[in-house]
T-cell receptor
Framework: DAGVIQSPRHEVTEMGQEVTLRCKPISGHNSLFWYRQTMMRGLELLIYFNNNVPIDDSGMPEDRFSAKMPNASFSTLKIQPSEPRDSAVYFC?????????????FGSGTQLSVL | DAKTTQPPSMDCAEGRAANLPCNHSTISGNEYVYWYRQIHSQGPQYIIHGLKNNETNEMASLIITEDRKSSTLILPHATLRDTAVYYCIVRPGNTGGFKTIFGAGTRLFVKA
């Protein structure tokens, strides 16, 4: 298995533009997580899905952020409009609920820079 | 999730054992201790987990105190590649209803 795949690896955009981050979880995993990491705030959980259904989005900072999981093999995190303070590394992770232990497998992340 | 406390940073000489402590005094009976690490610019990586007994795998050993209020992750022969941030997390073992929350972790510097 190729692991969790995120794209793009790097994204540079201007303030006000729409940004879409993509994630392909590990085949067979049934939970997917979006995290954001900055120096100031560390690794923050934004939202997670179980069986493609959003379970907890309390970490989503504002209405400008939205996430979808249309099927078991794909998820997107969208920021519209983007702001400089959104600059961070965004990680996607997947896991198999019911597996022992329930390990998270992370992708390589998307480095987002909003100018 | 139960809260954990870890020292912000530690040093270790290459080839020596690195012992990373974690306090989790409010851990519940059904909560496991998980350890992850994050090497610079990469996503966190699972290392090991345990409930009550000590555990060992190819990466590390985990020692959990009898009262389960603290644990120690041991890297028996640290290498320069073990320089990373190490996260101690407590959460129920295998249910989808709980979030995995990362704290600040311990930044381990392995020095030649």
């Amino acid at each position: 298995d190729a692991g969790v795949i995120q794209s793009p690896r790097h994204e540079v955009t201007e303030m006000g533009q729409e940004v879409t981050l993509r994630c392909k979880p590990i085949s067979g995993h049934n939970s997917l997580f979006w995290y954001r990491q900055t120096m100031m705030r560390g690794l923050e959980l934004l939202i997670y899905f179980n069986n493609n259904v959003p379970i907890d989005d309390s970490g989503m900072p504002e209405d400008r952020f939205s996430a979808k999981m249309p099927n078991a093999s794909f998820s997107t995190l969208k920021i519209q409009p983007s702001e400089p303070r959104d600059s961070a590394v965004y990680f996607c992770a997947s896991s198999l609920v019911g597996g022992v232990p329930e390990k998270l497998f992370f992708g390589s992340g998307t480095q987002l820079s909003v100018l | 999730d139960a809260k954990t406390t870890q020292p912000p940073s530690m040093d270790c000489a290459e080839g020596r054992a690195a012992n990373l402590p974690c306090n989790h005094s409010t851990i519940s009976g059904n909560e496991y201790v998980y350890w992850y690490r994050q090497i610079h610019s990469q996503g966190p990586q699972y290392i090991i987990h345990g409930l009550k007994n000590n555990e060992t795998n190819e990466m590390a050993s985990l020692i959990i105190t009898e009262d389960r209020k603290s644990s120690t992750l041991i890297l028996p022969h640290a290498t320069l590649r073990d320089t990373a941030v190490y996260y101690c997390i407590v959460r129920p073992g295998n249910t989808g209803g709980f979030k995995t929350i990362f704290g600040a972790g311990t930044r381990l510097f392995v020095k030649a």
